[in-house]
């Protein structure tokens, strides 16, 4: 089998991988491994030596500098907490290089929303306070130097700017394919490569320990670099090698022969492998047909250690399937460690050694933040580092709680995406569904966890992920903190939630929150009741200083005639518990957001039965992390799922249900995945008006499935409210505004250490 039919499988395998009981069983929190020896050894890059295989992958800068690109408090702390929590190297996000040339990296007036390395002496002292920090932990700083966005840039720039986005030949632009990107002139092309040069050299002086080129998921560096984007005809840039070996020389030119570099590729962008034949039919995907081979990449991965790289990190995937390199909770646990291995083996059989005479040393990336399986790979041979990014936002401290052994202690990344990647669409910083100190770690230091000046009796009504967090926060702070709980367990919606076996990273989750809970009772004055039942009389009666109510959310119920019938579900109903549907063979779920994508997800997956989606916007899963979305839309297209957008239940039947669907031409493709969902303040000049031509249809159903949303469960705190049923009363996650674990969590710990 050769390389490119290994990765074919294996991108194959994605849909379906949880049916693997080993693999599954891998995503575990677990410490069977211990003592992690592996991890916890030193390792050499070029003349650097990194005290374990650990590295901080670069999970983004934005909006943490300053508009000048200087890197601002927020990001010199950010870095700081991963250092001190005990990473051995860790990567800034990218930083552009090519401003003036690439019009997508700056706004108006030069201002930036990425750090900048550029231009002016005054953004300097920012790089050296993080090396600094950094280095005060005994950990490696490299920063990531990008050759910019090209394709895969905000197209705001042509009507900001009133220029195009550039790329390596005309190419679509990722965002609204309508807006064409110019090619590069040659000179822009050098100028960039002195660009990398000079910045190289500034990030030596600053005493950054390396450079880290970015050179995967079709950004700028990859579209020079890979014959699906770069179809140049003539020039010395029609060589697709040509642009990031020049640019490596530039760098080793300017910075000598011992200082190391880092490259980040892609073994393959696998469009082919994921779109088949939509890649000769779909417009924006057309030109793209003539990608990177495995073999191929390997062949460039040689020359350019031959050019002076001494350490890769390697992934699959680009833009245009955006849930490969940026996986979300449904992808596998460690699911390129094949990637990985076919780089070590490539390079062992080739005797490929870095210029410093030395093996190259081989990252490896994707869902690796379980502490066994990390600890595995390096001891299978599979990669020789460990790449975390969104586990070390989840908890800085991963490095130091593994190392002790307290795996049931780390905080476990639920795979949202919502905190640390959607928020860069949506126009904020890193931040984590799970930890709400994370991004704000230049407000948060752990200062405001002091003991309080009184300690206060307080009440937290429902142990949902919002209440979870209150009452640990408040107890911590020295508070007498009873969490009541009105069924047998913790969680809330995230018990039901956990029920798909993608959704595994939940139930590491849910452990962690119990864990904590039990280590927060036995050393501070914290106690949990479950099943238990409390009334706002009770409350006042028994005299509580302060209530914090988290009773969570109603279901929605659409109005329709049969709604009520016996066979009428709630999603959640049916997650709790899945033999209610044992009997059925078709189903329809009603709503196309995250919970009922994931809904019908598990029912045809899982439970093998027919289903059909009906949502009434005309986009699916409006809203969600591009990754997450992506990922679900194609595999219930790969599994032949029906999705009907524009559309609504009408009424239900025994046996059957009826639809109203808009049918006409003019209604969104809803299994798009190759574009995004624009951010709703940005427009689309482009995108036409949706006519109505409507149609019932009657479709067969055992079951109707209800995911249609939710309303806030507030009669609760509201009821304390009208008597006053304590001096300070508050109203928490999704009883307040339902949302996300997101938001519940950051709430709920501003109310803890507010109390």
């Known amino acids: ?270 469009l082919n492998e994921t779109y088949r034949d939509k890649m000769k039919s779909v417009k924006s995907l057309k030109k793209f047909q003539n990608e990177r081979t495995a073999e191929m990449t390997l062949d460039y991965m040689k020359d350019l250690v031959a050019a002076g790289v001494d350490i890769f990190d390697v992934d699959l995937g680009c833009y245009d399937n955006w849930w490969l390199p940026h996986p979300p909770g449904p992808m596998p646990p460690g699911c390129f460690l094949e990637v990985s291995q076919i780089v070590k083996e490539y390079f062992a059989e080739n005797k490929i050694t870095s210029n410093a005479g030395i093996d190259v040393p081989i990252v490896g990336v994707g869902k690796l933040g379980y502490p066994d399986l990390a600890e595995k790979a390096i001891r299978d041979g599979q990669c020789d580092m460990i790449m975390l990014g969104r586990p070390l936002l989840a908890d800085p401290d991963w490095p130091k709680k593994a190392f002790s052994g307290k795996v049931d202690e780390i905080i476990a990344c639920i795979g949202d995406q919502e905190g640390c ?80 076996k993608i959704k595994f990273d939940i139930i590491n989750y849910l452990n962690y929150m119990k864990k904590q809970i039990e280590i927060v009772s036995a050393e501070y004055n914290l106690e949990l009741k479950l099943n238990t039942n409390v009334s706002p009389e009770q409350l006042k009666a028994e005299g509580w200083d302060v209530i914090a109510v988290s009773t969570g959310t109603k279901q929605n119920k659409p109005p329709v005639k049969g709604i009520d019938s016996e066979h009428v579900l709630f999603g959640i109903d049916l997650l709790k518990n899945p033999a209610i549907a044992k009997d059925a063979k078709s189903a329809i779920v009603v709503g196309g957001g995250v919970v009922g994508c994931e809904t019908a997800y598990y029912l045809k997956h899982e439970l093998n039965i027919d289903v059909q989606l009906v949502e009434m916007l005309p986009k699916i899963m409006d809203g969600v992390c591009t990754a997450n979305r992506g990922f679900l839309i194609h595999y219930l297209e790969e599994f032949g799922v029906p999705l009907h957008n524009c559309t609504s239940l009408k009424e239900v039947k025994d046996g059957t249900a009826i639809i109203s669907k808009n049918k006409s031409k003019t209604v969104p493709d809803p299994y798009i995945t190759w574009t995004p969902i624009l951010p709703e303040n940005v427009e689309n000049p482009f995108e036409k008006d949706i006519k109505t031509e409507i149609e019932e249809i009657e479709i067969p159903a055992d079951i109707i499935v209800l995911a249609a949303g939710s309303v806030p469960d507030d009669s609760f705190y509201y009821e304390c409210q009208n008597i006053t049923a304590a001096p300070e009363l508050y109203n928490i996650g999704d009883s307040a505004r339902p949302g996300r674990v997101f938001e519940a969590t950051k709430a709920a710990y501003q109310i803890g250490i507010s109390i």
């Open 1 to 270: 089998m050769n390389y490119q039919e290994r990765v074919k499988k294996l991108v194959d395998s994605f849909g379906t991988w949880y049916e693997d009981e080993k693999l599954l069983e891998s995503g575990e929190m677990s410490a069977k491994l211990y003592p992690y020896t592996s991890m916890f050894s030193p390792v050499q890059i070029n003349r650097l030596k990194v005290k374990n295989r650990l590295v901080m992958a670069p999970m983004g800068n934005i909006s943490m500098s300053e508009e000048t690109g200087r890197p601002a408090a927020k990001m010199v702390q950010y870095f700081t907490r991963r250092a001190e929590g005990g990473v051995g190297l860790i990567t800034s996000g990218l930083v552009p290089i090519s401003q003036e040339i690439d019009n997508t990296v700056t706004e108006l007036g030069d201002r930036s929303y990425f750090p900048r390395i550029d231009k002016s002496r005054s953004v300097f002292a920012g790089w050296r306070d993080i090396a600094e920090k950094c280095h005060g932990y005994g950990s490696a700083f490299f920063i990531q130097l990008t050759p910019g966005l090209g394709r895969v840039g905000s197209p705001e720039c042509l009507i900001n700017k009133h220029k195009l986005p550039v790329s390596a030949s005309w190419n679509p632009n990722f965002y609204i394919p309508a807006i064409p990107c110019k090619p590069i002139s040659n000179r822009g092309a050098w100028k960039i490569i002195k660009n990398a040069g000079q910045a190289a050299a500034d990030a030596k002086a600053a005493t950054i320990d390396g450079v880290y080129l970015h050179g995967h998921e079709g950004y700028f560096l990859e579209q020079m670099t890979n014959p699906a984007f770069n179809r140049r005809k003539i020039g010395k840039f029609s060589d697709w090698k040509a642009f990031g070996i020049e640019m490596v020389k530039e760098i080793r030119r300017r910075t000598g022969k011992n200082y190391p570099v880092m490259y980040r590729i892609d073994l393959s962008l696998v």
């Open 421 to 500: 990647v959607n928020e860069f669409v949506e126009g904020g910083h890193p931040q984590c569904a799970v930890n709400p100190v994370t991004g704000f770690e230049d407000v948060y230091n752990g200062s405001e966890l002091c003991q309080a000046a009184k300690a206060k009796k307080v009440a937290v009504i429902g142990a949902g992920p919002s209440g979870v967090m209150t009452a640990l926060t408040a107890a911590r702070r020295g508070h007498n903190v009873t969490l009541f709980e009105k069924s047998d367990r913790i969680g809330g919606l995230l018990y039901p939630g956990s029920r798909p």
